[in-house]
Every structure is written in C-alpha cells, then in structure tokens.
C-alpha cells in the first residue's frame, strides 16, 4: 500500500517524527514497509511564465523569454507543448534534480539558461503521469503564482511514501483511516476523524429499487442524487490522489476514489440518466460480452457477479463499470453503488479478465462489515461541499447489514 505521510499528518501528529522513524516503528509493530521514497526530488527551481515562444529553423526546439518574476530568462526548450502564455516549471542554472545540476549552456549554438521541466524530471513516478505530462513538460493552472519558489508544495509533491506490505491478516489497512488508527495505536498518540457520522441519513422517498438475486452479494446500498455539478477537485483532493497513485478525473469521480483510500470500501458511481431504468439487480448467472469504463471488451461467463438495470449488464461487480453509465462531463445526477461481493469471487474474474483494479484488489483482501455505511456517510458529505449535490433520494438495500 502506498502510505502518503502527508496525507496521514491529517489524522495523527507526526511533527516530531520523520517518514524513516516512522516506517521503523511500523516495521517493529508489524506492519512491513519495504520503502520509504520523496514523491518527487528538486531544488532551486521557481514557477515562471513563458512571454515569449520562437520556433528554432530545422529543430523541434523552442527559443523561449521566460519570466520568473522580477528577471525574464532565455531558455530552449524541446517540448511539444511549449508556447506563450504558458505557467511552467522552471529549474534555473544550479538547481538541482534527480541526478543532475542544471547549468547554463548553449543549444544549437544558442543562449540557455536553464530548463523548462516535466514531472517526471523532478522524480515523479511515470506511472502516475497521464501520457501528455510524459511527453511534454508541466502545464501549470493560469493562476499559478509566477516567482513562487516552493514549487513542490504548490503541486503537492513535497510528500514521501511509505510502501507497506500488508499481510493477509491485515486487509483492514488498506484503508487510510484504518491504517491512521495502527499508527496512532503505535505512537500512543490520539487519532482525528473528519466528522462525517450519519450524513447519508437524509432524503426523500425515491422509486428507485435494488435487488440482489446472487448469494454473493451479501448486502448491496445505493442512493440517488438528483443534483451534481462536475468540474475540477479541490487542489489537495488531487493531491492527495497523486500520491495514492490516481489521477485525478473530476471531482465526482475523484470523490468516489478517495472515500475508497479512506474508508477501504470500494464504490461506483453511475450516471443515474444514463441507466436505462431506476432499478439495479445483482446476477450471477449471465454468459455475454460487456464493453467497461477502459472501452476494452470482456467476456463474462457463469459464475462472474454482474450489475444489471433493466436486464442490461452495467457493470462488473466489484472490479468495473460499464462504459454507458460512466459519469462525464453532462453529468447532473448519480447513484451511488457500496455492496459487499464474495471475495474468492472477484478474485477468479479479476484474475480471468486481467483486470487487477483498485477495488477488486480490496475485495479480494476482505472488507470490513461497517465500510458501506461509512463510504455512503463520506460520500454524501463530500458530493454536497465539493460537488454541490443536492436532491437525495433515501438510500436503499438489497441483502442485510451483518454488523
């Protein structure tokens, strides 16, 4: 598991005590990390503002004016992307990055003083980048603040990670507030929860139904929002994601994967006017082929747990959604999905198809009894702050509750 420092700082005081001090106290306590590792590694650098972009005759490089505040710099630059009025990341000579020390020296018998950079030149884990961050360098937002020297804070990487191997026995630790809770356990140190008890307990009567016709579905949620506004995350919800190692989407799908890092319990969330019907029912019992959020197709066989409304599959239980009911852009109203599904079930599907997701990996290891309830309570909390929800219809259960 990747186990964000910072991200932990929300829930316990580690002021006194490094990400190494730490990581050993886990290790003697039991709980194994195997690395500790800093998101990303630079000095000496500054966001700037590029005024002014040439083509360079017979190259692929650009002759920039960068301004980084009080001082504008002529600096070459090979990225694709790179043009006027773009806010970059700028190492200036003798900064320093993984590996190097930026210096002041001509290309293609031209003026360079310094570097325009990718994340992934800062250290940044290639694997967490989208293919446009790997294959040019970091667009800034336009009110990013040119002369800012914290430049790692700003994008949330001044952050180490903690890789901790857990144990068979320890599923319960996939899950940040879980994992908050070993560790204060460990410091003797109190632990803080946000205050998010209850929030699911509001709504009027709805008529949207849910049943469960699989016995490995033991117990499945769901909750209508009539009213969404899709658009950006807040900034420390992004970054709290990156270091997970998500990207970040929009903030109602974003919200649904960071409850899941919190609490443990994996969601779905559906475009409610996509569903072909105000009605999910949980099979086990379908052969067919099924096109996911990824647009790959699978084939599903006997035995697999499958989402359906209306008869049609909408998703695979517990690893994937389908790609019609996916949320996008028009998004304006949702149902929330939090149900509990055999683990040695998902295992053999996820296995079978090749698709070893965040969830499935979660329901594999075991969930505990209560996450629904907490997912569905963080979930209403977070979609009414963050992505103005409103319209809640009462949540509905197919199953029972076993807590």
């Not at 700037?48 to 040439?54: A, H, T």
């Not at 998010?196 to 709805?206: L, P, R, T």
């Not at 890092?261 to 969330?269: A, F, I, S």
């Not at 969930?367 to 992505?387: F, G, H, N, T």
Request: hydrophobic share 40%; glycine share 8%.
């Amino acid at each position: 598991m990747r186990l964000s420092y910072k991200w932990l700082k929300e829930y316990v005081d580690l002021s006194d005590i490094t990400p190494e001090e730490l990581a050993d106290k886990m290790t003697t306590a039991g709980l194994e990390v195997e690395g500790v590792e800093a998101m990303a590694y630079a000095e000496g650098l500054v966001i700037g503002e590029v005024v002014e972009c040439e083509d360079v005759e017979g190259t692929h490089l650009h002759k920039t004016q960068t301004c980084v505040g009080d001082k504008t710099y002529q600096i070459i630059c090979g990225a694709p992307n790179c043009r006027k009025g773009l806010k970059v990341i700028v190492a200036l000579p003798g900064a320093k990055l993984p590996g190097t020390t930026i210096e002041a020296k001509p290309l293609h018998g031209l003026e360079s003083n310094g570097m325009l950079c990718a994340l992934f030149e800062l250290g940044v884990d290639k694997k967490a980048l989208r293919e446009d961050q790997i294959n040019g360098i970091e667009e800034l937002p336009e009110d990013a603040p040119v002369g800012e020297t914290d430049v790692l804070g700003y994008l949330g990487l001044d952050d180490t990670i903690l890789d901790v191997s857990l144990t068979p026995n320890r599923a319960d630790c996939s899950s940040m507030w879980n994992m908050a809770k070993e560790v204060g356990a460990i410091l003797h140190r109190e632990v803080k929860w946000p205050d998010y008890s209850n929030k699911a307990d509001i709504g009027e009567e709805g008529n949207f139904k849910v049943f469960t016709k699989s016995e490995k579905c033991g117990c499945y949620l769901g909750k209508v929002v009539n009213h969404v506004k899709v658009g950006p995350s807040p900034k420390w919800m992004q970054q709290y994601l990156n270091a997970a190692g998500m990207n970040s989407i929009n903030n109602v799908v974003d919200i649904s994967n960071f409850v899941m890092l919190e609490t443990g319990q994996p969601l779905h969330y559906y475009n409610l006017k996509k569903l072909p019907a105000h009605e999910i029912t949980v099979v086990d019992d379908r052969e067919l082929k099924m096109a996911a959020l990824d647009g790959a197709e699978f084939d599903i066989q006997k035995g697999d747990i499958l989402i359906t409304t209306n008869g049609e599959a909408t998703g695979i239980a517990g690893i994937m959604g389908g790609e019609e009911s996916m949320i996008d852009e028009s998004t304006d109203s949702i149902f929330i999905e939090a149900a509990k599904f055999d683990h040695a079930s998902i295992r053999r599907t996820s296995i079978r198809l090749n698709l070893i997701t965040e969830a499935a990996q979660r329901f594999t290891k075991g969930i505990e009894e209560c996450a629904m309830q907490k997912a569905m309570d963080r979930s209403v909390q977070l979609l009414s702050e963050y992505a103005d929800a409103s319209g809640f219809e009462k949540t509905v259960m197919a199953g029972e509750m076993t807590y």
